[in-house]
């Protein structure tokens, strides 16, 4: 092994180990460890990819992985930002004019549209800003070893769902009678996102880990874990959003990958059917919430009636530009309609922030990168962004994601694995398939 390959092992060791420092910091709320954990990541300032386990997994938990009420993917954010202007800086990267002048549209659109806004608030442009610097400085980098890179992001993934249950397990007595969730203040919905993507994550994992039985047996299992946990939490949009994804992704694979899939069915159904049967056992005024039947009573806890109230309200007062860019916006107009809540939902939500123009401007930036992702779908590592992006969006039928950060660091890891699949660089197909399939 190379001097290179041998300090991109152990930092990536060291990457995830960031990552286990900032579960037990907030298992054990823990001042020291979220000092060694901001100390640890400024210590990457001159690798800035090796932070981006712990930022994606901070990012997921906003309103619970925080620091004195600042959000821990805030400030960690803020490190790889300047871990990656240093490296664009040392390394003198060409940059793509075409990706600057496109985020550059959306930071002026989005200040016009905040300045303008019913609220006034800058809250969500300051975050967002944030977010797009993320997203032009990610999909610079080329020559990135992208076997790595997915294999630290899917590691740290399962790690952090087995470190969830060990928290639950330690902070819940009675989780059968209550919905899950980190604490009374925090959102059970957003726990539930988070519990979605890092599955997503870790089903991207089957793909990549090629013929290895025992990783993908491991990886089978803390999937059904986190399903478990998405089950106590009582949100139906998230489970069914991770459910499809991978219905979605398993039946385009089976069609290449016939007999790789088909030889672990019977693993997963037995599983499957201990899952279930594990699950039965729980209250059943928890599982009622999943039946038609409840979600055709309260419909959608409220959202379709939000829908029918706040679309009309739009096309009428902010067809064009909508009430302003943010959440803020959003949830001003909601309780200015007598409503509790906004919409729930990712394009409905968008038109009620930007109106027609935003909503156009946005989905044709979404479009072009959708249908490269899926131009280079075969590649097993671009499962990564696509598993993230793809239940981010399912999920947005009943959630609010598309200002969150989950969603557009999926569009950032989109570009920087775009950039740098094996045939950008004409890697041979026996490299690539030698490294696929060799873990970290």
């Known amino acids: ?12 060791i060291y990457s995830v180990m960031l990552v286990v420092i900032l579960m037990l910091s907030q298992i054990n709320d823990s001042t020291l460890l979220i000092s060694v954990l901001f100390i640890g990541t400024a210590l990457l300032l001159f690798n800035p990819l090796f932070m981006l386990p712990v930022f994606l997994i901070s990012s997921l938990g906003n309103n619970f992985f925080a620091y004195d009420g600042v959000s821990i993917s805030r400030i960690v954010g ?19 004019k ?34 797009l610097i993320i997203v032009f400085f990610l999909g610079q ?24 249950l060990f928290w639950f397990k330690e902070n819940f007595i009675e989780l059968s009678v209550q919905r899950l969730s980190v604490s009374e203040g925090s959102s059970i919905n957003r726990l539930a996102t988070m519990f979605a993507q890092l599955i ?21 299992s803390i999937m059904l874990l986190g399903l478990s946990m998405i089950v106590l939490t009582g949100t139906r949009s998230a489970l069914i959003a991770i459910i499809v994804s991978i219905v979605i992704i398993t039946f385009y694979y089976l069609k290449k990958f016939t007999m790789r899939i088909a030889i672990y069915l019977p693993l997963i159904f037995l599983l499957g ?4 049967n594990q699950i039965e056992q729980l209250d059943s005024s928890l ?11 309260d419909g959608g806890s409220g959202r379709l009636n939000n829908w029918k109230t706040l679309v009309p309200k739009t096309i009428e007062d902010g067809l064009f530009f909508g009430f302003g860019f943010g959440a803020e916006n959003s949830y001003y107009i909601a309780n200015l309609n007598g409503l509790r809540y906004s919409a729930h939902n990712f394009l409905i939500d968008m038109f009620i922030q930007m109106g027609l123009t935003g909503l156009i401007l946005f989905l044709t930036y979404f479009y072009s990168l959708a249908k490269k992702l899926v131009k280079s779908i075969d590649n097993p590592h671009i499962l990564v ?15 609010t994601v598309f200002l969150e950060k989950f969603f557009w660091n999926g569009i950032a890891l989109g570009w920087l694995y775009l950039n740098n699949v094996p045939n950008t660089f004409k890697m041979s197909k026996q490299t690539y398939k030698r490294e696929a399939h060799e873990p970290v």
Do not use: H
């Open 1 to 12: 092994m190379n001097t290179l390959k041998l300090k991109e092992r152990y930092l990536s």
């Open 385 to 399: 962004p696509v598993m993230i992006l793809l239940t981010g969006v399912l999920n947005g039928v009943g959630e």
């Open 287 to 297: 599982l009622e919430r999943f039946t038609v039947d409840k979600l055709q009573d």
């Open 98 to 131: 075409r990706m600057v002048l496109t985020l550059l549209v959306f930071l002026i659109y989005s200040f016009i549209s905040s300045t303008f806004s019913i609220t006034g608030s800058f809250y969500s442009f300051v975050g967002f800003s944030q977010i």
């Open 141 to 164: 980098f080329r020559n990135v070893d992208l076997n790595n890179l997915s294999w630290m992001i899917i590691t740290a993934s399962s790690i952090t769902i087995i470190l969830f």
């Open 200 to 220: 997503a994550i870790v089903f991207a994992g089957l793909f990549i880990s090629g013929k290895s039985k025992l990783t993908n047996i491991i990886f089978v």
């Open 273 to 276: 059917y201990l899952f279930v």
């Open 78 to 96: 803020f490190m790889l930002i300047v871990g990656c202007l240093m490296t664009q800086i040392r390394e003198g990267t060409l940059i793509k």
